[in-house]
């Protein structure tokens, strides 16, 4: 990646932020507290320490703008909770003052010399998990209510844009050995290949032949569950989720709802039926619910109850990134499902612009080699796979971006409608723990037999 490209997504990414930010009056600012979300201050506080940790002073050996505040941006020194404490914190105007200085600092950085491949890496590194914040604070504005992002839109491309006839079936992808992950710790500072830590080591596995339906799960076939008593229903549900349906019972409890046991959640986490028809909460609006658009905000353990119900499966994460790349030894390596050209909005509803609102059909110059479609971008996909380090699994620069989430939380794949497209590969892996419902979830499905 030369300098100016670096620049340019250095540049976006600190407009993208500024106006996420700038967006909210004080008062939305001073969003709720919720466990899935950090204040949008803090946030960009974070976004702004971690540049001065991995790459102003890993690199150069610099002060940080404000030694009294390093524990309060460093999420490993500061409790969850505590984020929320105004008195410990800057308000509006110091906290952009801090980001615009880090932000230019960074520029003149990368401007005023050629990198070396070390440098280079930490400089991506620390972008790219700054567009990792981009999209919480997106997901923060759903979870809060809030109007939608700068230039988002929930009107559908002209006909033919983007939109390809409606697709049946499954996309079978055959037996054989496939290439998985990025390369490791021989090639980590690699310019073309940036990886995190738990992308690496690339190696190949085997699979058996199996069929993976060509888009994602749809509104109109949840609604089908739904409808057809699948919340209700128990020998849907395994252990887990049954659990989850209690606690999430207990919650609506608490919060002084009468529903009996296994009766809530009776929906996803946006829906309401409402006057005759299903809608859905987009951020302050609430609007019919477009059946053929995917389901969005959905657990690991509804995506498992509607498989049950469905005679499907999920798929492995090995499967998933089978199907969506298809790469194989000896033959060129593909990053994206269509090839190694970078996302555009042709490929994917991706960077909070069409929010999930699109046709599962739509988006056709973004299938894979199988004809699998969307598999970047419009939801984090679940697979059945736990979370865990491929072998030969080396720690990278940040020892916590892979390792606190092993063990215990699953495995999506492919990024969403708020992810940034600088950011995702067909390769990423995603951790989410399956009760997980406020982030940009959803799914497509597997038969239970080879086709």
Request: charged fraction near 20%.
């Amino acid at each position: 990646m030369y300098r100016a490209q670096l620049l340019a997504e250095l540049a976006l990414t600190r407009k993208r932020t500024r106006e996420l930010i700038t967006s909210l009056d004080e008062q939305q600012l001073d969003v709720p507290y919720h466990p899935g979300v950090n204040p949008p201050l803090w946030e960009m506080g974070h976004a702004a320490f971690f540049y001065e940790v991995f790459v102003f002073s890993l690199l150069d050996g610099d002060a940080s703008f404000d030694p009294s505040m390093d524990d309060l941006w460093d999420s490993f020194h500061i409790d969850h909770q505590d984020r929320w404490r105004g008195d410990l914190f800057p308000g509006l105007e110091k906290t952009l003052a801090y980001f615009d200085h880090v932000y230019d600092k960074m520029a003149e950085r990368i401007g005023r010399t050629l990198l070396t491949d070390r440098e280079l890496y930490l400089c991506r590194y620390a972008i790219y998990h700054q567009n990792m914040h981009i999209e919480s604070l997106v997901w923060c504005r759903q979870t809060a209510g809030y109007a939608p992002p700068p230039g988002a839109s929930f009107e559908r491309p002209a006909p033919g844009e983007l939109q390809a006839s409606p697709l049946q079936g499954d996309a079978a992808v055959p037996a054989g050995e496939w290439l998985i992950g990025m390369p490791g710790e021989s090639e980590q500072y690699a310019t073309e290949d940036f990886a995190f830590d738990a992308e690496k080591p690339r190696h190949a596995v085997s699979l058996g032949g199996f069929a993976i339906s060509r888009c994602l799960v749809s509104n109109q076939e949840f609604v089908a569950f739904l409808e057809d008593g699948g919340y209700q229903k128990p020998e849907l549900w395994s252990f887990g989720g049954q659990k989850w349906l209690r606690t999430e019972t207990d919650m609506a409890h608490v919060c002084g709802s009468a529903i009996p046991l296994l009766q809530t959640p009776q929906h996803p986490l946006y829906w309401r039926w409402h006057e005759g028809q299903w809608q859905e909460r987009l951020f302050d609006q609430w609007q019919p619910l477009k059946l053929d658009a995917p389901v969005t905000h959905v657990s690991y353990w509804e995506a498992e109850a509607y498989c049950c119900w469905a005679g499907r499966r999920l798929p492995t994460e090995q499967e998933w990134e089978a199907a969506a790349l298809g790469n194989r030894l000896g033959e060129p390596f593909r990053r994206y499902p269509w090839g190694n050209e970078l996302p555009d909005d042709t490929h994917a509803d991706m960077n909070a612009s069409g929010m999930a609102q699109n046709s599962v059909a739509d988006y056709p110059a973004g299938d894979s080699p199988f004809g699998g479609r969307q598999m970047i971008g419009t939801v984090w996909e679940w697979t059945s796979s736990q979370f865990l380090p491929y072998d030969g699994f080396r720690v990278d620069m940040y020892p916590f971006m892979s390792t606190l989430q092993f063990g215990d939380h699953k495995v999506s794949r492919g990024g969403s409608c708020a992810t940034s497209s600088c950011l995702i590969r067909g390769t990423y892996r995603q951790a989410y723990l399956p009760q997980r419902t406020d982030v940009y979830t959803g799914f497509r499905t597997c038969a239970l037999t080879e086709s």
